[in-house]
């Protein structure tokens, strides 16, 4: 009877619960969470928070763009903290579109990055002149010559772009 009721005690699913930071301690929202050998998977909320059902032994796997993939094996403690780890080598990898992301290999537009130490180089006083010559095919239109005021049009390779859109998508990180 006592090895029947241990037994059911150590088969049984537990609340795990914790937060998923970056290494400086920011919460990460939308990390994947997976049960490693099945299709149960959670994810992170807001403010870096999960809660997971799970059985001791089993191994939770954490896994979020641009960071290493960590490994937690679920003992005794109900409370997991991760800390997860920048993997500079698929940070550059992917592509920020509009409507999610991309490997850089896969696209098929237009793709330009720009350093912050080129930027610091130019003595402009708009956002828009700063990219205007570093940028292939990036022409900036001002509008105004007011200071601070930068309502520049932004055209890549004409007014000819694809959808014959003007408004290229600026990510600035």
Do not use: H
Request: net charge negative; hydrophobic share 35%.
């Amino acid at each position: 009877m006592v090895l029947v009721y241990s037994s059911m005690l150590w088969s049984q699913e537990k609340t795990i619960s914790g937060t998923v930071t970056d290494n400086e301690g920011t919460p990460l929202p939308g990390v994947n969470i997976v049960i490693e050998g099945t299709s149960k998977g959670f994810d992170t909320d807001f403010d870096g928070n999960f809660t997971v059902f799970a059985k001791k032994g089993n191994v939770l796997i954490f896994s979020y763009v641009g960071m290493l993939t960590q490994k937690r094996t679920i003992g005794n403690n109900s409370t997991i903290t991760i800390k997860m780890q920048e993997d500079s080598n698929t940070l550059e990898e992917v592509v920020v579109i509009g409507y999610g992301s991309q490997q850089k290999t896969s696209l098929t537009g237009s793709v330009a990055t720009i350093s912050a130490a080129k930027i610091e180089k130019q003595a402009v006083i708009q956002t828009s002149q700063a990219l205007q010559g570093l940028s292939p095919g990036l022409t900036a239109i001002q509008s105004s010559g007011q200071p601070g005021a930068d309502g520049a049009s932004l055209q890549v390779r004409g007014i000819g772009s694809i959808g014959n859109s003007s408004n290229p998508l600026i990510i600035i990180d």
